[in-house]
């Protein structure tokens, strides 16, 4: 599968896949071409487990959810509608799996690991620790939303998917996915003026 990741021919940047060219590896896939699926696990690996981390807040759960999630969309690959984007119908898979994942574990992690902080605060320590600081403040706050509402905010601010993809994502309307999304940030500044 290595090798196959070699002759992806994907582009370098951005989150999408071009359309065409998604849909000709995907057809390679169902037609039992296992090495083209790693191209897609390669496009797309750094936002399903992006999603897993934000949602669970570990590390080794968001690996194992974001391996599991391409298992699982593997599996299922021959019964994708092919004229639907692929991207939204991995997060959904991706999503159901978190979702049990969660219930089972009955409560989520309580300590997020948070990211590497960049940005133009580098040569002020002070800057540096007070962004560090509101960002550990944030994920408590993120943490403590209602997992329809987490989920929402995170596909929108975090993955930066359109209000249009949460709604497919979520399998809900796109009126349902921008009202979660809203609900969502009304909470976390309710929250965030509370602490």
């Given at each position: 599968?290595?090798?196959?990741?070699?002759?992806?021919?994907?582009?370098?940047?951005?989150?999408?896949?071009?359309?065409?060219?998604e849909?000709?590896i995907?057809?390679?896939?169902?037609?039992?071409?296992?090495?083209a699926y790693?191209?897609?696990?390669?496009?797309y690996?750094?936002?399903?487990?992006?999603?897993?981390y934000?949602?669970?807040?570990?590390?080794?759960?968001?690996?194992?959810?974001?391996?599991?999630?391409?298992l699982?969309?593997?599996?299922?690959?021959?019964?994708?509608?092919?004229?639907?984007?692929?991207?939204?119908?991995?997060y959904t898979?991706?999503?159901?799996?978190?979702?049990?994942?969660?219930?089972?574990k009955r409560?989520?992690?309580?300590?997020?690991?948070?990211?590497?902080i960049?940005?133009?605060?580098?040569g002020?320590p002070e800057?540096?620790?007070v962004?560090?600081?509101?960002?550990?403040?944030?994920?408590?706050?993120?943490?403590?939303?209602?997992?329809?509402?987490r989920?929402?905010?995170i596909?929108?601010?975090y993955?930066?998917?359109?209000?249009?993809?949460?709604?497919?994502?979520?399998?809900?309307?796109?009126s349902?996915?921008?009202?979660?999304?809203?609900?969502?940030?009304e909470?976390?500044?309710?929250?965030?003026?509370?602490k």
């Amino acid at each position: 599968m290595i090798f196959a990741l070699l002759f992806c021919d994907l582009p370098s940047s951005g989150l999408y896949m071009d359309q065409k060219q998604e849909k000709t590896i995907i057809k390679r896939v169902q037609a039992g071409d296992r090495d083209a699926y790693a191209c897609l696990v390669d496009k797309y690996k750094g936002p399903v487990f992006n999603l897993a981390y934000r949602m669970t807040g570990s590390f080794q759960e968001a690996e194992d959810l974001a391996q599991e999630t391409f298992l699982k969309a593997y599996a299922a690959i021959t019964r994708f509608d092919a004229k639907k984007r692929f991207f939204p119908w991995l997060y959904t898979i991706s999503l159901n799996l978190i979702r049990n994942h969660l219930k089972r574990k009955r409560k989520v992690s309580s300590e997020i690991l948070q990211d590497n902080i960049t940005g133009d605060d580098t040569g002020n320590p002070e800057n540096t620790v007070v962004r560090h600081q509101e960002s550990e403040k944030l994920s408590r706050c993120l943490e403590k939303l209602p997992a329809d509402l987490r989920e929402a905010v995170i596909l929108r601010y975090y993955q930066e998917l359109s209000f249009g993809d949460v709604a497919e994502t979520l399998e809900i309307s796109l009126s349902a996915a921008k009202m979660r999304v809203y609900r969502g940030l009304e909470k976390l500044r309710s929250f965030m003026k509370d602490k």
